[in-house]
């Protein structure tokens, strides 16, 4: 079931505190993939995602709305910033792996899902291979035998048991199995013959293995390791998944996710912005935005899964334009963005909000963490208050962090209890923190803005 772009941004709130501007366009362009969807399929291909330009300081949520919309539909993802690429000619990375790393995620989200399929199956398949692991421990092999041309050419043989010795090792096989049923030999160890991965080249922009330029024709190098029976459990069932796996179908899924659920979010991307100067750095900063303007346009990206088409991933730019405006960019580039979503600063309220509404708040978290040492916090509406106060007053005095800036604050607020809590002959207790111990305790962060600097 598509979810309609209110329950979308339903659903981002949970995470996210205010921006219902940035909310409701990205709820929007993710509505109209769906509505794309159920078109007549002549007139589909004419529909193409209506970008989005986040501008904003940092830390008010453009990175956090983009990751949690992707992970709402579960659509293959990337980050990237603009600064990290470079013009052709100039030292940096190629647009182009933008794609091909957003197709290993889809690659990675597809084969997760894939395997969860045939876990049951891959799981009595490990439990049999276990069981014949220990009837049966492997042996390295040797001398002539190793030899890659016995191989190819059909010399590597096994020695058959005969039916007497075959019935023994199937009635051991069984009792192993049972046991291994009944949990009883989780301790002991063994070894387990597993792979090792080919070396891989570099070559633009992507890996390649050196076994598959080789076409496979060498066989799979092997090693042996010294496991428990707990960890092998967990070795060959994955092994026996990947087996059960049709790779081509991985391959196929995951490029039909990647061109039409694609969502790839360039940060950062005012720090690209040039002012047609005509030399200097702005020279490569207007590079930069050349190339990367066929991959927002729509183009055909090779990768070592096949050609990646880019017209129809939604693509989400921000950043803070605090030197820079948004014309600065190259018309063609602005064009490619229509839609332009402000983003406001964080208020007293909001931090306020953030402290105690998402579902994964700042409280929550070190609530959760400190209590594995056995230190139970409560966190009082007055020292909410303060923490929020405090955050908003070093935003103001200092660098405008945004959100980032409660890490800081809680850092310093619990460093104390942090640092002493863990210690064996600790007995549980609980501490209540109100808005008393945070003026204790941030001190610094609430000093008042120093004038002076200013005074030239």
Do not use: W
């Amino acid at each position: 079931m598509e979810l309609t772009p209110r329950q979308i941004v339903h659903e981002l709130d949970r995470y996210i505190i205010g921006q219902e501007e940035a909310k409701k366009s990205v709820a929007i362009a993710l509505r109209n993939r769906y509505r794309r969807s159920r078109v007549p399929e002549e007139l589909r291909d004419e529909i193409s995602p209506k970008n989005i330009l986040m501008i904003g300081p940092t830390g008010v949520g453009k990175t956090e709305i983009a990751r949690r919309l992707a992970r709402l539909v579960n659509a293959p993802f990337i980050k990237v910033e603009a600064t990290k690429f470079t013009e052709v000619g100039y030292v940096g990375r190629d647009v182009e792996s933008i794609i091909r790393d957003l197709t290993e995620n889809a690659i990675r989200m597809v084969r997760k899902e894939h395997e969860e399929r045939v876990l049951p199956r891959a799981r009595v398949l490990a439990e049999d291979a276990l069981a014949e692991l220990l009837v049966h421990p492997p042996r390295k092999t040797g001398g002539a035998m190793s030899n890659p041309l016995d191989y190819l050419l059909g010399r590597q043989k096994e020695q058959t048991p005969s039916g007497e010795e075959a019935t023994a090792l199937a009635r051991k096989k069984e009792d192993v199995r049972q046991q291994l049923m009944r949990g009883e030999l989780e301790e002991n160890e063994l070894e387990i013959e597993v792979a090792e991965e080919m070396p891989t080249l570099e070559v633009g922009g992507s890996s390649i293995s050196l076994g598959d330029m080789m076409g496979n024709m060498m066989p799979q190098k092997t090693r042996l390791r010294h496991v428990k029976v707990r960890e092998a459990r967990k070795i060959l069932t994955e092994q026996e998944a990947a087996k059960l796996i049709d790779n081509d179908a991985v391959q196929e899924e995951a490029i039909r996710r990647t061109e039409q659920n694609g969502i790839v979010f360039i940060d950062e991307i005012d720090k690209i912005a040039s002012s047609s100067s005509g030399h200097g750095p702005d020279v490569s900063r207007e590079g930069v935005q050349r190339d990367i303007l066929p991959i927002v346009e729509g183009c055909t990206v090779n990768t070592k899964y096949g050609a990646v088409k880019t017209d129809f991933m939604l693509f989400i730019a921000a950043g803070a334009f605090h030197v820079s405006k948004v014309s600065d960019l190259i018309p063609e580039l602005q064009g490619r963005f229509p839609v332009h979503v402000q983003l406001n600063s964080l208020s007293k309220e909001d931090f306020e909000k953030i402290l105690t509404e998402p579902e994964n708040a700042l409280t929550r978290q070190y609530r959760a963490l400190l209590e594995v040492d056995r230190v139970l916090l409560d966190f009082q509406p007055s020292a909410i208050s303060a923490i929020a106060e405090a955050a908003f007053n070093a935003n103001e005095n200092q660098e405008d962090i945004g959100a980032r800036r409660l890490h800081a604050v809680f850092e310093q607020l619990l460093e104390d209890v942090s640092f002493n809590a863990g210690d064996e002959n600790m007995p549980p207790f609980s501490l209540s923190i109100d808005s008393a111990y945070v003026e204790e305790h941030l001190k610094d962060e609430n000093k008042p803005m120093d004038l002076k600097k200013y005074i030239i």
